[in-house]
């Protein structure tokens, strides 16, 4: 399958905590997309890492993509009870064909 | 293993004309999604099934309908189809209840 695997499937943390999710993938892709799904239902864009970038920042987010390994890595850093919620990775190859993960079910207590 | 499969991959349709989008989801999962992804855009949530009946809603058009049949996969009609409905629409499934969402690859519909 060429569809991404994430770690854990889900992780709980305290309010303040930093949440760190992993996404691990086969092939060669052009980049790499998370996403955020609340409440089962639509998806929001969070960020995108080009396959020559190997970090990349969004607020408290930060992402990291190392295509030796073929992984990446999404922190969440001071994590809010607002941040609950199911996490994507998805990898598009140069045929801007979109392979998701099963996602990271992330719950922040406050 | 099984993954979620959407045929067919790419579709190209004419103004008004109507298409169908399949979508088998992995074995034993009971719950369906669909959404439709336009060029730059966030994947928007069309709509979802739980055993066979629907269990949510979101931005369907009216004139798309949808459903899950008995072997659990589900279709997705699209009727007098627009230049706007191009897009790339996912479907995906679960388990009920479960963590881990799987996709399927997609079918990339282009209205012409």
């Known amino acids: 399958s060429q569809q991404g695997e994430e770690d854990p499937q889900a992780l709980s943390i305290q309010e303040g905590e930093n949440a760190t999710m992993n996404c691990s993938y086969k092939?060669?892709?052009?980049?790499l997309q998370w996403y955020r799904q609340n409440s089962g239902r639509g998806l929001v864009h969070l960020i995108l890492?080009?396959?020559?970038?190997r970090e990349k920042h969004s607020g408290r987010l930060r992402v990291t993509l190392d295509t030796s390994k073929k992984s990446s890595s999404l922190l969440i850093t001071a994590s809010r009870a607002a941040d609950t919620a199911s996490y994507f990775c998805a990898t598009v190859n140069t045929g801007n064909q979109f392979y998701f993960g099963t996602g990271t079910s992330l719950t922040v207590i406050p | 293993a099984a993954g979620v499969i959407q045929s067919p991959r790419h579709l190209i349709k004419e103004k008004r004309e109507t298409a169908t989008l399949k979508c088998y989801p992995i074995?034993?999962?009971?719950?369906v999604y669909w959404y439709q992804q336009g060029p730059g855009q966030d994947p928007q949530f069309l709509i979802s099934f739980y055993e066979k009946m629907q269990s949510d809603k979101g931005s369907i058009p009216d004139r798309f309908s949808a459903q899950q049949f008995s072997d659990y996969h589900s279709e997705l009609n699209m009727s007098s189809l627009e230049l706007g409905d191009s897009a790339l629409y996912f479907c995906a499934s679960r388990i009920y209840g479960t963590a881990g969402l799987f996709f399927g690859s997609g079918t990339q519909l282009s209205v012409l």
């Open positions: 092939t060669s892709i052009n980049n």
């Open positions: 074995p034993r999962h009971d719950t």
């Open positions: 890492i080009r396959s020559n970038e």
